[in-house]
């Protein structure tokens, strides 16, 4: 196993595009009113549109034990089997949160670097999401995968092909379709 930079940058947007399509999911697809997920996963990604930075007064295990405990569960079945690419994913995965949290506060300077390049999602990346109805710029790792997703339109083509083949349309226009 040799890990490089391709190899980890590579790890590094994959947990982008993965992490944002779970975020998608919920924020489009997921009903609060369901039993543990609408509690613990639907019903903050909610109040976090409606109060951004409510979720920085808790501490970092209470801001991230939903997202990060899968994810390390996952990597960790990666590893197991010796898929090492994908283990890292993973545990990058489990780390968008805590970097989604950086977008909301005042950071370090070498935090604040590597949001200027993109390796983080900055604060004015992230803004772009906190727009309602909070249907575009999904990926909260990276300030690179969400213009050119949203350039392709990406989110808005997969729901398409969903709901005209399955007739499973997101929540905010499903009540109007
Ligand atoms: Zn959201
Ligand atoms: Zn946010």
Do not use: K
Request: proline residues 5%; hydrophobic residues 50%; contains cysteine.
């Amino acid at each position: 196993m040799t890990i490089d930079l391709t190899y980890t940058l590579s790890a590094w947007l994959a947990a982008d595009l993965v992490t944002g399509a779970v975020h998608w999911w919920e924020d489009r697809y997921g009903d609060p009113s369901w039993p543990i997920v609408g509690r613990h996963v639907v019903q903050p990604n909610i109040l976090h549109h409606r109060e951004p930075r409510a979720f920085l007064a808790g501490n970092i295990v209470e801001r991230n034990w939903t997202a990060a405990a899968p994810a390390l569960l996952v990597a960790a079945a990666f590893a197991a089997a010796g898929w090492w690419w994908l283990a890292l994913v993973g545990l990058f995965a489990a780390c968008a949160n805590e970097v989604h949290a950086w977008s909301h506060q005042r950071c370090s300077r070498p935090v604040r670097a590597l949001q200027l390049l993109g390796v983080l999602a900055s604060a004015e990346d992230h803004a772009r999401h906190h727009r309602s109805p909070f249907r575009s710029d999904f990926c909260v790792l990276t300030g690179w995968l969400n213009p050119l997703l949203e350039s392709i339109r990406f989110w808005r083509g997969v729901e398409y092909v969903i709901g005209s083949t399955l007739g499973i349309w997101p929540r905010d226009e499903r009540a109007t379709a």
